[in-house]
């Protein structure tokens, strides 16, 4: 190839655009978002990617309980923080017919978003090794005519463009911004879809930087797939897989007797092996005696 790049050269160009924190979308996403801290505008992105109810720690009444699955996600959205609806009536908590049939559509909106913008986001996160999109002689060729631009098909192939495009599509055309008065001059964005929101709020965060440099990760249990914003609490895992995998029997029991006295601590330590000795020969047994009653029946 006639251009190349190291990469460590590379590295270093997306080093300085995170420390940067450069992007377009970020101005306009921050203001749009105002009353939103970024926590919780991962909380949601994390909830409709998990496909989980969104974690809120406001409590929005009666009537936000009784909405289900995506539709608490479309109701934070679009009442909480694009402000696009007035939230509910504050004497009865409730919100109108018109405005529980928006969220209700909402929701289905993105239901119908959903699985593909699964797709891309895992896409986003994970390692990408694009191939050139035509024959080496016809990317020479567009190359010198300077038809190629970098990045975008035919310089990778069709599979990666395809992300790009959906990125680009959903996050920075179907994005928009407008200016309006309310008391103030406000810049709040104009979304087509609910999904650009996440769409643009990610590319807002992540792009530019690798997977190590962004503030979500994958739950490291092998075959979960969550993505979620690490805590202290529980590690690398998910809620649910934290429970699960970091707590296996034997850290447990230790956290059991972890302030026990040593010779204390020695002790149960012996007996719950034992235990745990006794309790796998049953099983053995169990096994076995299983096994025999199979031969007699076959
Ligand atoms: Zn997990």
Redesign the pocket.
Known sequence: MAISVSKARLKKIHRELAARGASPLSGALSLATRFAPKRALWKLFLAYFNGKEPAVEEDFGPFYRSLVGLEQIAYVLIVEVLGDMPGPDTDTWELSDRQLRKIRESAQELHRHRAKFVEAVRWFCLPKNPKLGVAVSEHRRLLSSGKLEWGRYPNIDMENEKFVRYFEQHGLKDFTLRASLCGVVMVRPRLKHLVDFFCAFLLCECANKGYAMMPIKF?V?PG?G?LILPARRTKD??D??YSRAYWTPEKRFEHRIKNFPETMKRRLRREHEERLARKKMRAKKRAKKNRKKMRIHQ
């Open positions: 739950c249990r979960c969550r895992y998910c649910d897989c």
